[in-house]
């Protein structure tokens, strides 16, 4: 039962997490176009259209590399925050690599953008740390057995049992 309650854990922190990613790279690409507009109003609707399709973008590419970091860190125990930011810096490089064409012959990524891997590689970090502060600082925790608590002490006036 603990199980399946922990899965639910798991997922909702996934999708926070996603969301929280895909607002760090919509508003790392959009910040030179919107930094250009001076006076002008944004438009919110646009805004929350590709807000949407940046959480949309996050959470269908790192599904499978962050599904990877949680089962390893569920099985091994592993609560650091470290551990939970390095996996989300490697799910967000893998996921831009993903993208990018990758050329077996000469064993070269061609056409990386090096900021484009580094609002990648961040925005991963920041997911990594918001699924550490939901899930991650109670993995495997499902599997500890539930503690007992001690019977209650006898009142002052009893004697004890024989």
Request: net charge neutral; aromatic share 12%.
């Amino acid at each position: 039962m603990a199980l399946i309650g922990r899965l639910f854990v798991i997922a909702f922190a996934f999708l926070l997490a996603c969301f929280f990613a895909g607002i760090i790279v919509v508003g790392a690409v959009l910040y030179p176009e919107i930094s250009n507009f001076g006076d002008a109003p944004i438009d919110q609707s646009g805004i929350d259209i590709v807000l949407g399709f940046g959480f949309i973008f996050i959470s269908g590419f790192a599904l499978l590399p962050a599904l990877i970091v949680v089962l390893i860190t569920e099985a091994f125990f592993i609560r650091s925050v470290l551990a939970y930011a390095v996996g989300g810096a490697i799910v967000g490089a893998a996921c831009y690599l993903g993208l990018i064409p990758f050329d077996p012959n000469t064993m070269h990524f061609d056409g990386i953008v090096r900021r484009h891997m580094e609002i990648m590689t961040g925005a991963g970090i920041v997911a990594g740390l918001v699924y550490w502060l939901v899930a991650g600082r109670t993995a495997g925790a499902w599997r500890e057995p539930p503690r007992r608590l001690p019977p209650p002490p006898l009142p002052s006036q009893s004697r004890p049992q024989p």
